[in-house]
């Protein structure tokens, strides 16, 4: 039963993140990134963690893309109003498309499989263990984070402001 909805749950996922791309409209591609972040959500609920689960609903589901939705409603982008791209954007696109496709081919090509533990340790995803990682095992890193999300903070309210 958990291998067939985990495998609904994957295919919702992956079919709106490929609405999210070939979508015309940037509404409906915002759309399809919400469901595919709650799909994600789902799978992380699956895996037995359930902090990054509300975190994925919180922060990306519910922040995020709300303010991307409400910033796309405000602008009113009409098909006229946008600069006309000449070939050059769309070469520049391929050749740097190809240069990921590539990359992902030689990151694969070193890929070995690893044997997963038969019976994970399902308690790993709660919230009272990965704050125990966090100030105990990965606390350097932690701390590294919240400093970078201060300088970026910083950053957005110098860009912001324009009298400095």
Known sequence: ME???????????????????FSKSPMYSIISLIVTFFSISGLYIM????????????????AIMVLFLYVLMMLNLKQK?????????QI?????????FIGFI?????????DLPVSPDSQIGLTKNLGYLLFSE?????????ILFLSALVGAVMIGKRDL
Request: glycine content about 12%; hydrophobic content about 55%; charged content about 10%.
């Open 3 to 21: 291998e067939i909805l985990f495998y609904i749950v994957s295919a919702c996922a992956i079919i709106s993140a490929f609405f999210v791309v």
């Open 138 to 146: 990965y606390v350097l890193p932690f701390e590294l984070a919240g």
């Open 47 to 62: 895996l037995n963690a359930q902090f990054l689960s509300a975190v994925q609903i919180i922060v990306y589901s519910g």
């Open 92 to 100: 520049l696109a391929v050749i740097s498309g190809g240069l990921v």
């Open 81 to 89: 109003d946008e600069p006309l791209k000449g070939s050059g954007f």
């Open 106 to 114: 030689g990151a694969l090509r070193g890929f070995q499989s690893i």
